[in-house]
């Protein structure tokens, strides 16, 4: 069997690098629109290893081997990272998963009163926590959820099989999994650090140059939008850097460098929009420096090596201009002293995100870590738990009362749906997303069924007409567009399949399985319409509350955040905010959106100043008085503070020694920062 099992792995091998090479040789032939030859490997690649496992599992005779065909298809991904990321989770939620349906079926088999609900709590507790978590962590949660559903529904009639259920059901996932890992490892092995840092360095040319635009005050009807636009793609920086992390130890001890970078990035994003705002009223500022400093920028945008020595050096004639101007002017009335202080923060960023750049593509730099935060949406994940426990209760109790034979595989597709979906930000749409994919798997899988498998009586003629089917989808899910139908066609394809001579012919069966897919799913896009049904403005209004709050907390200890947590949480949050934009008016949602920037702003200056008061002592006094007022939750005696604070700093300025001139300056314009965003946005600030 090993021998048979080795010489199947070789042949799809050999067969899949054959059909690789050629696609590379054709890779520069046009290609219908939709169709990439990146595609075409994907769906060659996910085809084969799929095969691959459904024979394995042929050959150790197991009872359901079409599920490790199907586990390809549900954690393949575009890259060697991402599907690494998603075996991972989905292996331990499986495990988990199976563990929990062990023991609730071992203690409540004979007692259904107890037994649905403990089993409709675990889902429902699964995507409570599930809402509190991102990327593939979330689908670990969910899946330790409906796994524990649908092998206590499958070892319903036979409770004393559950424990052998279990075991089989997690053989399957594994050599699914593990089939994937082979085959994206041969066959998509990929470069991570170089890949990332590729991303990095891009994503840092970007904000280069929307940098150097704000600062000549190019006029642009989009730059309104292009500085909101920019902050998530930190973000999206930091997820595609966890995804190459699961596969790479390097990148993983790099982690730190990277999130350093994107933080600066931020940082420098912030000072560019607020020097922009500031030169719109004062165009008189636009001095040599600023130009010196556009150019800069611009040299790193157009690709060309970034010159640390020279951001120093220009960096050097700001504090210097600084130093001059605080020794006499006031600051707090000063716009010169504004504009040079924002642009000193915005070179320092820039030559930050820089230097961790630097550090993350060197192999002997020490490792770093910087950890993130984000936002969670605690009414979201009750919601989202209620609504699973209450769909899985209300389908058991149909399912009883009907007696109906299928009814155990209804609820088990509702559970994994609605614990599925729970967490996307539209689940009915999602939901029906998942619905037609389910329709056309059903189309599909009954031609196979019923008209074509019946003629063919060995796996390989069964291989080419399902491979084609399978190829023809691994092309759809690499297609924004048809992605979400066919991500939901590939393995419910695959499940409806009937590769077993004795079974082939059984169309009650079959119907009954599809009608129990098709009621599952229709039924669990009722449930999210109406339990808890989608509430954008709701869901904005918890997130503008968590601001206001989270604001009053950094006052009253601001030990307990960093920057670097502080800017991706409020980042994080400008991303939700703009999902639910289309909920209120253009101009509600340009108003939130500068409110979202003043909070980032106050509370970003808060913590430097919390920093500056421990190098200077005379600055503890002003800087505790206007943390007070943050903790107090009003923005217009948070201004009011703010204003006092900057006009006594600045009276010390010029009776300061030169060296702590630089941070009085500092403390100074932060403190006016301050009022002004506190001042400006006061409704959207005020509890």
């Known amino acids: 069997m090993a021998i048979a099992i080795l010489g199947s792995i070789r042949l799809f091998c050999q067969t899949l690098l054959c059909q690789t090479l050629f696609c590379q040789t054709l890779r520069r032939t046009p290609l219908p629109g939709g169709v990439t030859w990146p595609g075409i490997g994907f769906g060659l690649r996910t085809t084969a290893a799929s095969l691959v496992a459904l024979y394995i599992a042929f050959l150790l005779d197991l009872d359901n081997p079409k599920w490790a065909a199907m586990t390809v298809w549900i954690v393949a991904q575009a890259n060697r990272g991402m599907s690494l990321s998603k075996i991972r989770y989905r292996i331990f939620g499986t495990v988990i998963g199976a563990a929990v349906a062990v023991m609730l079926t071992a203690s409540f088999a004979q007692a259904p009163e107890v037994f649905i609900p403990a089993l409709g709590l675990w889902l429902g507790l699964c995507a409570a926590r599930a809402t509190g978590l991102r990327n593939f962590r979330a689908y670990g949660a969910v899946l330790a959820g409906y796994t524990a559903a649908i092998i206590a529904f499958d070892a319903v009639n036979a409770p004393k099989d559950v424990f052998d259920i279990a075991i089989a059901r997690v053989s399957y996932i594994c050599l699914g999994c593990l089939s994937e890992a082979v085959f994206t490892a041969i066959f ?275 291989a080419l007409v399902v491979g084609v089917v399978l190829v023809a989808t691994g092309l759809a899910m690499r297609n924004p567009k048809t992605a979400p139908v066919a991500s939901s066609f590939a393995f419910l394809f695959l499940d409806l399949l009937n590769p077993n001579n004795s079974s082939r012919s059984d169309a009650g069966a079959f119907l009954n399985g599809a009608l129990a897919l098709l009621l599952g799913v229709g039924v669990s896009i009722v449930v999210f319409a109406l339990v808890f049904p989608p509430d954008p403005a709701a869901a904005r209004k918890r997130l503008q509350r968590a601001v206001r709050r989270d604001l009053g907390d950094l006052g009253r200890d601001p030990m307990r955040w960093s920057r670097e947590g502080w800017l991706s949480k409020t980042v994080d949050r400008l991303t939700r905010q703009a999902a639910t934009n289309p909920s209120v008016t253009k101009a509600q949602a340009e108003a939130d959106l500068g409110g979202l920037l003043a909070a980032l702003t106050i509370g970003d200056a808060a913590l430097t100043l919390v920093r500056s008061a421990k190098q200077h002592p005379g600055l503890d006094k002003p800087v505790q008085l206007v943390l007070r007022r943050l903790a107090g939750g009003d923005p217009e005696r948070l201004a009011r503070a703010a204003r006092s604070a900057a006009r006594h700093v600045s009276h010390r300025i010029a009776r300061s020694a030169p060296q702590a001139r630089r941070t009085l300056i500092r403390a100074a314009v932060l403190l006016q920062e301050v009022a002004e965003a506190a001042s400006d946005h006061a409704v959207y600030l005020r509890d």
């Open 188 to 462: 998509a092995p990929g470069e991570p650090v170089l890949e990332v840092q590729a991303r990095l360095t891009a994503y840092l040319r970007q904000i280069a140059a929307i940098t150097a635009r704000a600062l000549r005050g190019q006029p642009d009807a989009a730059f309104p939008r292009i500085f909101p636009d920019a902050f998530p793609g930190a973000l999206e920086l930091d997820v595609a850097a966890e995804y190459a992390a699961a596969g790479s130890a390097s990148v993983r001890r790099r982690m730190g460098h990277l999130r350093g970078a994107t933080a600066a990035a931020l940082t420098q994003i912030a000072a560019a929009q607020s020097l922009r705002e500031h030169l719109a009223v004062t165009p008189d500022r636009r001095d040599a420096l600023i130009a010196d400093a556009a150019t800069l920028l611009d040299q790193a945008a157009l690709g060309a090596k970034v010159d640390a020595a020279g951001v120093r050096r220009l960096g050097l004639r700001v504090e210097d201009a600084l130093s001059e101007a605080g020794g006499r002017i006031d600051p707090s009335m000063a716009p010169g002293l504004l504009t040079l202080d924002r642009l000193h923060r915005l070179l320092d960023a820039f030559h930050e995100a820089w230097l961790r750049t630097t550090l993350f593509g060197d192999e002997t730099a020490p490792s770093a870590r910087t950890a993130f935060v984000f936002h969670v949406d605690h009414a979201a994940a009750v919601q989202n738990g209620v609504r699973t426990f209450v769909a899985v209760i209300a389908a058991s109790l149909f399912w009883i009362a009907t007696a109906w034979p299928s009814g155990p595989g209804a609820v088990a597709i509702l559970s994994v749906v609605c614990a599925l979906f729970s967490t996307r930000p539209n689940p009915i749409a999602a939901g029906f997303g998942f619905l037609k994919g389910a329709v056309l798997a059903v189309l599909a899988a009954a031609l196979c069924n019923f008209a074509i498998l019946p003629m063919v009586s060995d796996f390989a003629p069964f």
